[in-house]
């Protein structure tokens, strides 16, 4: 039995707040410890957060450090030694030849409302006031605050939140024509298009193709291309950012969670020099400032991160795990009637489900699929027709064996719990398979 709490969680609904079992305690290395005793492998990094795994003792020490050397250092109006520190390390980090500037922020979702900002003053700036309308992906997440919940594709309930979608025009991610269609149609209105290079809902990858006609259309129409790696970002897919597989790299790029590996409220846009080059004018101010974007503890942990990075080679640690992942998502398409494929890439994985009748899971169940798998001892993430896996770079073979047993065994009690409630419908549903 639950008993309701002071704390008010995200987006969990009031029948499972109050449970213990739901109740993070502490966390170390890959495994997370809950209030009512459990202790789990952690198969998501927290959310695409803790890249390098809970704990990692030199970005513990380096907050502690810069928490003691300057508690705070305001951005508004002034600039600070961290900061700058930490925006020549990301600008180096993410290739200096292309990026100039960055910009400070404190979550993915404020970063994408900087740049819808970013994008319109830069039209404005060059004299094409009119391009206002930012173009995002049905399915992509980009937040929820009130700009980026307008840009997120995904149905939210935005309507109910009188979340202003004027400015806003979702396209079907991986159709050209239906990109081209738009960008034919109101080219001089579009200030950007912002896209998750994997989206994160349903780890479904840009096509190549996709992503060639998006830089042509860019060249053609004078758009601002925009990949949101808060997501993809530190090493998830492959390489340490996933546009930079790209042919050619986008004009702003996101970040936020591996950016600290998920230990500051922390995010960061960083614009190319082209771009940046359109804010040179004196006098001209971009409105836009968070009191805690990039506070030294901040900066700090960003520069611990990306040392960590290099000193554990994070990014080819990724690579082989990916290479792992792969073979063991083949043998459990091949074992586990449900499982019908896999999508994602790297280390940003969904295993597609079906029901019984071999159509994709429904919606309800899935949440019941990630309860099972964490009765079983693992934490995934619930996506559509989908349970998604992100395991830390740093996991062991030992750990990913680990997971994909976990995962194995709630697939299989979900199926029996299935199997009984088709046999037995009014029976209620067990404790253990709750959302
Ligand atoms: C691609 C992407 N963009 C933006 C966000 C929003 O980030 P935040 O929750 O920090 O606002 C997320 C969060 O999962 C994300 O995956």
């Not at 939210?156 to 400015?167: A, C, K, N, S, T």
């Not at 989908?386 to 030992?398: K, S």
Request: a negative charge; hydrophobic letters at 45%; proline letters at 6%.
């Amino acid at each position: 039995m639950s008993t309701r709490q002071a704390l008010w969680p995200s987006l969990l609904p009031p029948e499972l707040q109050g449970d213990d079992s739901l109740c993070a305690v502490s966390a170390e290395g890959v495994r997370v410890r809950f209030a009512d005793g459990r202790e789990l492998l952690c198969g998501t990094s927290g959310l695409w957060n803790c890249n390098l795994g809970y704990g990692n003792p030199a970005i513990a020490d380096a907050v502690a450090t810069a928490l003691r050397e300057a508690s705070y250092l305001t951005l508004f109006r002034y600039e600070s030694a961290c900061a700058r520190q930490a925006a020549d390390a990301l600008v180096d980090l993410c290739g200096a030849e292309h990026y100039g500037r960055v910009l400070f922020s404190t979550s993915g979702g404020a970063a994408n409302d900087l740049v819808m900002k970013v994008a319109r003053l830069y039209h404005a700036l060059r004299g094409e006031p009119r391009r206002k309308v930012v173009v995002g992906l049905r399915g992509g997440y980009h937040g929820l605050t009130f700009g980026s919940f307008a840009l997120t594709g995904e149905d939210l309930g935005q309507p109910v939140y009188g979340v202003d979608q004027r400015l806003v025009r979702h396209v079907t991610p991986n159709d050209t024509a239906e990109l081209a269609t738009l960008l034919g149609r109101q080219a001089d209105r579009i200030a950007a298009v912002v896209v998750e290079p994997v989206l994160g809902s349903g780890a479904i990858p840009l096509e190549a193709e996709y992503v060639a006609e998006l830089l042509r259309l860019r060249e053609e129409h004078g758009f601002l291309l925009v990949a949101d790696e808060v997501a993809t970002g530190f090493g998830r897919t492959g390489s340490l950012f996933a546009s930079q597989r790209w042919p050619e790299p986008p004009d702003l790029l996101v970040a936020s969670k591996g950016l600290t590996n998920g230990t500051m409220a922390a995010a960061t846009v960083v614009v190319s020099r082209g771009v940046a080059a359109a804010f040179d004018g004196p006098g001209t101010v971009l409105t836009h400032g968070e009191t805690q974007a990039g506070a030294p503890a901040t900066c700090a942990a960003i520069l611990a991160t990306i040392e960590e990075m290099r000193r554990l080679d994070a990014v080819a640690l990724g690579r082989n795990l990916a290479e792992r992942l792969d073979r063991e998502l083949e043998s459990l398409v091949a074992e586990r009637p449900e499982v019908t494929g896999t999508t994602g890439v790297g280390c940003f994985r969904a295993v597609r489900l079906a029901g019984p009748d071999g159509a994709p899971l429904p919606h309800a169940e899935v949440p019941k699929v990630v309860a099972a798998i964490r009765e079983a001892g693992a934490i995934v993430h619930p996506g559509p027709h989908c349970v998604q896996l992100f395991p830390a770079l740093t996991y062991t073979e030992a750990d990913l064996a680990e997971l994909m047993e976990r995962v194995r065994a709630g697939l299989a009690a979900h199926a029996a719990g299935l199997a009984a409630r088709a046999a037995a419908p009014d029976r209620p549903v067990p404790s253990g398979a709750r959302g």
